[in-house]
């Protein structure tokens, strides 16, 4: 597809279970960066990535975060051990490296921690 | 101090009247700036940029920047119903784009 494509769209989990989360981003967008907004929220910055490398990863809110890009693609970010303030909808968004503000935004994963 | 700041509002605004929407930011090296717009339960979307001191106008929306005084701006005329959402403003800042926490704007019928 020629958007951004995060999986899955829902994902309900009971606390305490890992899960993760995936991003496709755009061909050849080399920049790719994860947010986090709650009902009626901002966005929470997570983590950003430029190819592999993750040069600020300031946003992630606890060690149970994490989050790896393979090949400056594919994205998944994790969270270990789910607490119910973890639920939220987590947004990706890619762009080129050379025009970084213009982002573009997967549909997002709605993640509900019961 | 945080580094792209927007008032929350809610912005009220009857419909056909003008819409203005600010944003300050901290980083004086920033050289891009955008708006997006997120519906509500919907992801942000792009809907003006702007490079340069001054005015870029695109139908009924106005960017307005100011880099001495690190100040950006959107104009929205004639409102529409339609043009209710959240309005976020970002801007780029070593190789990184930042979002303010954007400004809720609903334009009453």
């Known amino acids: 597809g020629a958007g951004v494509s995060q999986s899955p769209s829902n994902k309900v989990t009971e606390k305490g279970k890992d899960v993760e989360l995936r991003c496709d981003p755009i061909s050849g967008h080399t920049a790719l960066y994860w947010y986090r907004q709650s009902l009626g929220q901002g966005l929470e910055f997570l983590i950003y990535?430029?190819?592999?490398?993750?040069?600020?990863k300031s946003g992630l809110p606890s060690d149970r975060f994490s989050a790896e890009r393979t090949g400056g693609s594919v994205s998944t970010l994790t969270i270990q051990r789910t607490q119910q303030e973890d639920s939220a909808v987590y947004l990706c968004?890619?762009?080129?490296?050379?025009?970084?503000?213009?982002?573009?935004f997967g549909q997002g994963t709605r993640l509900t921690v019961v | 101090q945080k580094e792209v700041e927007q008032n929350s509002g809610p912005l009220s605004v009857p419909e056909g009247a003008i819409a203005s929407l600010n944003c300050t930011y901290s980083d004086r090296g920033s050289q891009s700036f955008f708006w997006y717009r997120q519906y509500s339960g919907k992801s942000p979307e792009l809907i003006m940029f702007?490079?340069?001191?001054g005015d870029k106008e695109d139908g009924r929306f106005t960017a307005q920047l100011n880099k001495a005084s690190q100040y950006v701006s959107l104009l929205i005329r004639d409102s529409q119903p339609s043009d209710s959402a959240t309005y976020l403003c970002a801007v780029t800042s070593y190789d990184k784009v930042i979002f303010g926490p954007g400004t809720s704007l609903s334009v009453i019928p």
């Open positions: 702007i490079y340069s001191n």
């Open positions: 990535f430029q190819g592999n490398s993750a040069p600020d």
């Open positions: 968004a890619s762009s080129l490296r050379e025009d970084t503000g213009r982002a573009f």
